[in-house]
């Protein structure tokens, strides 16, 4: 950030630039012709505008992690989300960020470019794109201020007392910036005067007030959610990271038992994880080392402790799918193909089969599917009862850590074929229950 008089006689020279630009452009740029719509700018790129400028110690605000993920990779997946081709950041090179930057932006089909001072942009930007610019230190939840950029072209505000306070820039009298913009590409090349170490995002700002860039208000309902932050230094970036995997991990579903413990478990633990560099994979993974150790434990007959360890494998996998929430929820990625649950959830049930046949008396002219009726009825029965009874208590009948233990409980008094019909059967008559409800509900 350049100093206070520093950054004043920059908006000197920027309050300048009317009478030499501005009055020349004024037949051709009005607030009216150019912000009617808001898919002016569309014919060229939509251009990201990122920076890594500022220090904090011995590195950039920009560069500080929430979630084992520096603020401007937490930008850069909300200019991707936004569609931009092209994203800029005003860098130095040798940055440690930038290959992280680079291979995001690049996977997602767009060209990256470090630049190292504002004058570095103007080569990158046409008059017919459009840019959208990142306070350095924002850190916004995806769902707020996407609609309000594509709204159309505006400078992002907020109550000024509000603004000041959070450490948000001054716009006017009653405003404060609230670290976002959408402008015309044109309004770069007016940037070409001033010193090529200006923060690139105040001076732009500053450019767009006066060029007639409208400003949108923030609603209360946005700030008051407390979604809205500028991170300066390593205190608020652990302060807002608490909250930040608080509420990526919430949702409206219903929760069973270990689903809600696995959720605990990832907000205490998950922010130490992450920056440990382990994440949703390397959890599921020690899921699936469980799921493989409690089939070693099986096989040597040690039944009991392998519906255990299955049980805790099963709640790696569930907290695992949090990881992935997280993650997408974040930098705005797209769902796998395939749901990762449902991966997880085949490879429990094949696990819990074979523990149950495994364990199964021997009986005389028993074969291996008069062995594994019992247990293949009690997966499915699980499965299918889950799917007709409302949410709220379907997570109990498909909780398979609740099942796994349960089975433990029966194989260690040695009464484990008898659990496995009871529960098969409890499941069962839960079912017919959730079904005649639902006839009973169904108007004829």
Same mark, same amino acid.
């Given at each position: ?268 633990? %998950?922010?130490? !994880?992450?920056? $440990?560099?382990?994440?949703?994979? @390397?959890?599921?993974? /020690?899921?699936?080392? +469980?799921?493989? =150790? ?123 074929? %008898?659990?496995? !019909?009871?529960? $098969?059967?409890?499941?069962?008559? @839960?079912?017919?229950? /959730?079904?005649?409800? +639902?006839?009973? =509900?169904?108007?004829?």
């Amino acid at each position: 950030m350049i100093s206070p008089p520093a950054e004043a006689g920059l908006y000197t020279a920027v309050s300048n630039l009317p009478a030499i630009r501005l009055a020349a452009a004024a037949p051709s740029f009005t607030s009216l012709d150019l912000f009617r719509d808001g898919t002016l700018g569309r014919a060229g790129l939509r251009i990201a505008l990122l920076s890594l400028v500022e220090p904090t110690g011995s590195i950039r605000v920009g560069a500080l992690r929430v979630g084992a993920m520096s603020l401007v990779r937490h930008q850069l997946g909300l200019a991707l989300a936004l569609g931009c081709e092209r994203v800029i950041c005003v860098a130095a090179s040798s940055d440690p960020e930038m290959p992280i930057l680079r291979d995001a932006a690049e996977d997602a089909g767009a060209s990256f470019h470090a630049v190292p001072g504002v004058r570095g942009m103007l080569g990158l930007v046409s008059v017919a794109d459009e840019v959208v610019a990142f306070a350095e230190g924002l850190l916004v939840w995806p769902e707020l201020i996407l609609p309000l950029i594509e709204a159309g072209p505006c400078i992002l505000a907020q109550p000024v007392e509000r603004g000041l306070a959070a450490g948000f820039e001054r716009l006017d009298a009653a405003h404060a910036s609230a670290g976002a913009m959408r402008v015309p590409g044109r309004l770069i090349e007016r940037l070409a005067p001033l010193p090529d170490d200006a923060d690139p995002y105040s001076i732009l700002q500053r450019v767009a007030l006066q060029s007639g860039v409208p400003q949108r208000l923030l609603g209360e309902d946005v700030l008051a959610a407390g979604r809205w932050q500028l991170v300066r230094g390593e205190e608020d970036a652990h302060a807002v990271e608490v909250a930040w995997f608080r509420q990526h991990t919430l949702g409206d579903e219903a929760l069973g038992p270990t689903a809600r413990l696995a959720r605990r478990g990832v907000r205490v633990i %998950g922010p130490a !994880l992450l920056h $440990a560099g382990s994440g949703g994979t @390397v959890v599921a993974m /020690a899921g699936g080392v +469980l799921a493989g =150790l409690g089939l070693v434990m099986g096989w040597f007959s040690l039944v009991a402790t392998g519906f255990v360890l299955a049980a805790g494998a099963w709640a790696l996998f569930l907290s695992a799918s949090l990881f992935g929430r997280v993650e997408r929820r974040s930098m705005r990625l797209a769902r796998p193909s395939v749901e990762p649950m449902l991966i997880y959830a085949a490879t429990l049930d094949v696990v819990l089969a074979l523990l149950m046949v495994w364990s199964q008396t021997d009986r005389a002219g028993a074969g291996l599917g008069h062995r594994a009726f019992a247990p293949v009825m009690l997966l499915g029965l699980m499965r299918l009862v889950g799917r007709v009874m409302p949410r709220a208590r379907a997570v109990w009948v498909e909780d398979r850590a609740l099942l796994a233990l349960v089975l433990a409980g029966g194989a260690l008094m040695g009464w484990l074929d %008898g659990t496995i !019909l009871t529960v $098969a059967a409890v499941i069962l008559g @839960v079912g017919l229950h /959730a079904v005649r409800s +639902l006839v009973q =509900l169904t108007p004829p």
